[in-house]
């Protein structure tokens, strides 16, 4: 493994226009960090490397979550991400991978529609958006929505039993009958409530 670590860092040698694409020559700092995640990603994807984890670069020491000024976070965490995200799915797309690869994009919360002192919004876990691609998923679905003022999930609410039950039947694996043995039980990564999400489901 370690043989083939510095192969698949070689991002040099990649074509121009790949580099380009990724964002590599940005002018924003934050955009090339990512855009070596997301090409590096690539990479790793088509050596046969089954997991993956991609890190959002930290953009004036946050990561999306802005208690205070939030706009001007919100707006300079997106720039830093926009162009090798979608590079990264237009590559797996051309390449042919993205019908094998699914790509999931969340955190592990939302943020308040209402504000945290001056400018900033404080965590919210009732309601917040996790998208995916590729690997079975339907495109261009929007699945579930909130009440009015964005604060809690109140149609086709999705909890994370349920997503991890969709992700687990998108990787062909019956969440019903993955268990790993805890505390002399046999547990289940998606408990009893978990469901698959067959409306997102091609």
């Known amino acids: 493994m370690q043989m083939a670590v510095p192969d698949v860092m070689a991002l040099s040698d990649?074509?121009?226009?790949?580099?380009k694409a990724y964002g590599m020559e940005a002018e924003y700092k934050p955009t090339r960090t990512y855009a070596a995640q997301c090409l590096i990603a690539r990479r790793m994807i088509e050596r046969g490397v089954r997991f993956i984890e991609l890190t959002c670069p930290s953009v004036g020491g946050d990561r999306w979550d802005q208690h205070g000024n939030l706009k001007k976070g919100h707006e300079n965490n997106a720039r830093a991400v926009d162009q090798p995200i979608a590079a990264l799915l237009k590559d797996l797309r051309q390449r042919g991978?993205?019908?094998?690869?699914?790509?999931?994009w969340a955190g592990e919360f939302g943020r308040t529609p209402f504000a945290q002192g001056k400018d900033g919004r404080d965590h919210n876990q009732f309601g917040f958006t996790v998208w995916m691609a590729g690997g079975g998923v339907k495109p261009g679905t929007v699945y579930g929505a909130t009440d009015e003022w964005g604060y809690k999930a109140i149609e086709n609410r999705v909890e994370i039993h349920d997503l991890h039950a969709t992700m687990l039947h998108l990787m062909g694996v019956d969440h019903t009958r993955s268990t790993f043995r805890f505390g002399g039980r046999d547990m289940r990564l998606t408990d009893v409530k978990g469901h698959v999400v067959d409306g997102v489901i091609a």
């Open 97 to 104: 991978m993205l019908d094998e690869t699914l790509v999931v």
């Open 14 to 19: 990649e074509p121009a226009h790949i580099q």
